[in-house]
């Protein structure tokens, strides 16, 4: 019998074969199991491919070259197949990325792209396309004491809460110097690539906050930062477009859960499309902005 | 079986691309209005990391270029299966190849490409202006094998990694490859001959459009057209630090910024092709 490791992220009691120092641990009955096993090579009845996932019915597949593949079922069962039948960094990585964000889809839950801070008693998401700054932001609130609730990806709950993801972010080198944080003590996310495993401790906050708001980053290449409330259905697309792996959705069959939740959730949250300039990124300025306009506060 | 539907708008930077996408754009659109510069499709873009990382399922930001490099044709392959369209799509890349018989642009999806080729000289001066860098900054450049776009492994960049090589490296690795047809365009003459340049680029493509269509697209995308909507609502593909981007679009004001050593550094690393595509006679001296 392999050791069995016991824990808690994004709401759900997670029990997997191998060991995963990112989460944080916990007792209970398990909402999930993650084991290392044969992978099938390809699933009958696929509705969407992409190109290193297939999808069906309560049915995922997801292959990283080189590294690991992963199969995601029912929502509650996900099975990594390695050549060394060993879980490292890299093979977690892609597992806490796209197979759990699948494994989202497939429970009926909201994934957004983002990284969620804790505003008072409720939680705001810093959203946007790859690249925009989303974890910058917010490992910028976390220096200033505010409290991170999840990097990457936020799952909404069916209360329309955030749920908390686990004590983590990956920040890229540049930003790290600028936020002078020290690397050497730090892990690099894989060999080739600067960008680091940052443990938020004590930054993190966790237990579930309902949403208020959702601030899309963009940038644009003029001085000086905007804001526009997003509201029908410039609202609706932008949340829809920045769900996470949105692609998958079709391929699981959850066109109608995703619009359901979105049309639950919308009227309950404000939607801001914030500017800022594009390069280089000024993270103190442009949180300085967001407390202010936001009236943002601990 | 594949498609053969996409058609790579590729060039060197500032050699007259964003031009021609306008000019497509206002061919295939039905709208009486010129198009909008600022809704040229991000789709458009294959360095674009959205539709890299849409189309494989994974962030790119999690992989490393060589990673990135091999799946690239692959997200191309599928973006052509899904399209029942011609897509247009912007390249800076030279060509290469990415695996043994593998081109980063997979022939087996290609229409042709559209090489669109200008003056180095002028294109230096654009350059330059364009990123606010010094015009000897841009020599090395332009001279440079390994010059690429978006190359640091330290911070993430809004697109994904663009090896460029030199200028006449590019040149070449376009005009040179036999596994995608390819019709080299000359910024001079989309200037200076517009509507037989566009239209032989519209004949190439085997698209189907009359005379006068063409001719109601060139003047769409009328310079002064397109430096007018930037002026007013400004031009997303623009740097933040250059002033604009529709700038002044001139052939040879390279002369009003490039002194003798320069224009030297330029002609002795570049002879050969610009003496190919008529930058310069045999005997060195310059045609534009």
Request: aromatic fraction near 12%.
């Amino acid at each position: 019998m392999p050791a069995i490791y016991t824990y808690k992220a994004f709401g759900l009691i997670i029990q997997s074969e191998f060991e995963i120092p990112e989460f944080m641990t916990s007792k209970g009955i398990a909402d999930i199991e993650i084991n290392l096993g044969k992978v099938p090579e390809k699933l009958d009845r696929v509705i969407k491919k992409g190109v290193k996932y297939q999808a069906a019915r309560n049915e995922f597949l997801l292959e990283v070259d080189q590294i690991a593949r992963y199969y995601v079922k029912n929502g509650c069962e996900i099975r990594v197949e390695t050549s060394t039948n060993h879980a490292d960094k890299e093979v977690r990585l892609f597992l806490l990325g796209s197979a759990f964000g699948a494994l989202f889809l497939q429970r009926g839950l909201l994934p957004i792209h983002g990284s969620a801070i804790k505003f008072g008693n409720s939680a705001c998401i810093f959203s946007g396309v790859s690249g925009v700054g989303k974890s910058s932001i917010a490992a910028t609130f976390v220096l200033k004491g505010f409290q991170l609730l999840a990097d990457d990806i936020c799952v909404i709950d069916n209360k329309l809460s955030v749920a908390p993801g686990f004590p983590h972010m990956k920040i890229w080198k540049d930003i790290l110097d600028s936020l002078k944080i020290k690397t050497e003590a730090l892990t690099e996310i894989r060999p080739e690539i600067k960008k680091y495993h940052m443990p938020v401790d004590d930054g993190f906050y966790n237990d579930s906050l309902p949403l208020s708001k959702i601030f899309i980053i963009t940038t644009k290449n003029t001085p000086g930062y905007e804001v526009e409330e997003l509201k029908g259905l410039q609202k609706f697309n932008a949340v829809k477009s920045n769900t996470y792996r949105y692609r998958f959705v079709g391929g699981l069959e959850k066109q109608l859960d995703h619009f359901q939740t979105l049309n639950k959730l919308l009227p309950e949250i404000k939607v801001y499309r914030v500017s800022r300039p594009q390069s280089p990124i000024m993270l103190e300025e442009f949180a300085d902005f967001l407390i202010n306009t936001f009236k943002l506060d601990v | 079986m594949y498609k053969k539907n996409v058609i790579w708008l590729a060039s060197y930077p500032k050699s007259g691309n964003t031009w021609f996408r306008v000019f497509i754009t206002n061919l295939l659109s039905n709208s009486d209005a010129p198009a909008n510069i600022n809704d040229l499709s991000e789709t458009s873009i294959s360095s674009s990391r959205k539709v890299f990382d849409d189309y494989t399922g994974l962030s790119s930001s999690d992989l490393s270029f060589e990673e990135i490099d091999k799946l690239r044709p692959e997200v191309y392959r599928m973006q052509s299966e899904e399209s029942s369209e011609l897509l247009f799509k912007k390249v800076h890349d030279k060509f290469y190849f990415v695996a043994e018989n593998q081109p980063l642009f997979p022939p087996e999806i290609s229409k042709g490409v559209i090489y669109l080729i200008r003056n180095p000289l002028d294109v230096i001066v654009s350059f330059a202006y364009h990123s606010s860098r010094p015009v000897n900054k841009m020599i090395s450049a332009l001279n440079n094998p390994e010059y690429a776009f978006c190359d640091k492994n330290d911070k993430l960049q809004n697109q994904l990694r663009q090896i460029l090589g030199s200028w006449s490296g590019h040149v070449q690795s376009w005009t040179e490859q036999k596994l995608i047809p390819v019709h080299v365009i000359r910024y001079e003459d989309m200037i200076n001959n517009t509507f037989e340049s566009f239209s032989k680029a519209i004949r190439f493509l085997s698209i189907e459009k009359t005379d006068q269509q063409i001719r109601d697209a060139i003047q769409k995308s009328d310079f002064r057209i397109l430096s007018g909507q930037e002026k007013i609502s400004g031009f997303k593909e623009k740097m933040i630090q250059s002033k604009s981007f529709f700038r002044k679009g001139k052939i040879g004001d390279w002369r009003n910024h490039l002194d003798k050593e320069i224009q030297d550094k330029i002609i002795e690393n570049h002879k050969d092709a610009m003496i190919k595509f008529g930058y310069l006679t045999s005997e060195s001296k310059l045609i534009y």
